[in-house]
């Protein structure tokens, strides 16, 4: 299994940086970055720094890990301006990018800006829609498209990306997200408990047996929230705590079980976000005691 990890886009760029490099420093695997404009509060005052320029810095400043969007709202960007953009980030990371996209849901973006919101019909039908678009103009010379939201006549992208540049669908929606994820991603992803992620691939089979596509060519992603100590008092008023996302907590061994359950539940890779993690000095401490007490251990259980 392999370890990503997700600094909150709400951080000042030296904090984000510190945390990245520490990623890579210390052994993980990926680095992720949320799109989003505003805090999901009630006050949205509050700094985000926008996706895509952190990733153009991180591409650049931080030179092994791969990097990706977790996950792109679709409606923020035409679908051909988003792949011109990962095209150019991809080439400025020397082929690690991967580009992970949404239908968007993050209703008080819209509102403020003036973008429009639409259902979730019609949001999904813009994501299926923009998939196509964004396939099509990595892989083909031209690109026409005459489609409800997106036209295209006769559209290049070049450069082309350095890399394979997997497109990674976000989402555990059961009827169209993931069959969405079976015709067009290279990489899904949800936030989910080991249970959960085994059913919705358990789904998102079943979608891809009705498209004639192997689902062992789409790689699995999840995330949760890490509360890890070997202080048994920190851990014990967080162990029935509701922070309205999946958790893991734990000592590192009973983390290393848990991750052994994501595993089994078909996780090739699972991203911890820093929401929770604290200072970067507590951050950066969590970090090292997960690389070094759980990911290794993990790991070993791969090569066996």
């Known amino acids: 299994m392999q370890f990503g990890f997700w600094p909150n886009a709400s951080q000042a760029w030296p904090d984000i940086l510190d945390g990245a490099a520490h990623a890579e420093q210390t052994g993980w695997d990926s680095v992720w ?7 999901f ?5 509050g700094p985000v720094h926008e996706c895509w320029a952190l990733l153009a810095g991180l591409a650049v400043a931080v030179p092994r890990v791969r990097l990706g969007s977790l996950v792109v709202g679709n409606t923020y960007r035409h679908p051909a301006v988003l792949a011109k953009q990962a095209a150019s980030v991809d080439h400025l990371s020397g082929g690690r990018l991967v580009l992970g996209l949404g239908a968007g849901w993050q209703e008080n973006e819209h509102v403020a800006y003036g973008i429009e919101y639409s259902t979730v019909q019609g949001r ?15 892989r083909q010379d031209r690109s026409t498209s005459a489609g409800t939201h997106y ?20 989402g555990g929606g059961e009827q169209r997200t ?12 949800t936030w989910g408990t080991p249970e959960l992620l085994a059913h919705k691939g358990t789904v998102l089979e079943r979608h891809c047996a009705d498209l004639g596509r192997d689902p062992a060519t789409i790689r699995h992603s999840a995330n949760a929230l890490l509360f890890l100590s070997e202080d ?47 200072p970067p000095s507590r951050r950066r401490d969590t970090m090292e005691l997960f690389m070094t007490e759980v990911a290794s251990v993990s790991r070993s259980f791969d090569d066996l």
Not at 41 to 45: A, C, F, H, L, V
Not at 242 to 260: A, K, L, Q
């Open 33 to 39: 970055i949320a799109d989003h404009f505003l805090p």
């Open 41 to 45: 509060t009630e006050d949205t005052s």
């Open 124 to 138: 999904l039908d813009r994501l299926e829609e923009a998939c196509a678009v964004i396939t099509s103009l990595l």
């Open 151 to 170: 036209q295209l006549q006769d559209a290049p992208l070049a450069p082309k990306p350095v890399g394979s540049l997997p497109l990674l669908i976000g």
């Open 178 to 189: 993931l069959r969405i994820a079976a015709q067009y991603a290279d990489e899904w992803n």
């Open 232 to 278: 048994e008092s920190w851990l014990a008023p967080r162990r029935d705590r509701d922070v309205g996302r999946p958790t893991i907590v734990g000592t590192p061994s009973e983390v290393v079980d848990i991750v052994g359950a994501y595993a089994e539940a078909g996780v090739d890779e699972l991203i911890i976000p820093d929401f929770n993690l604290g």
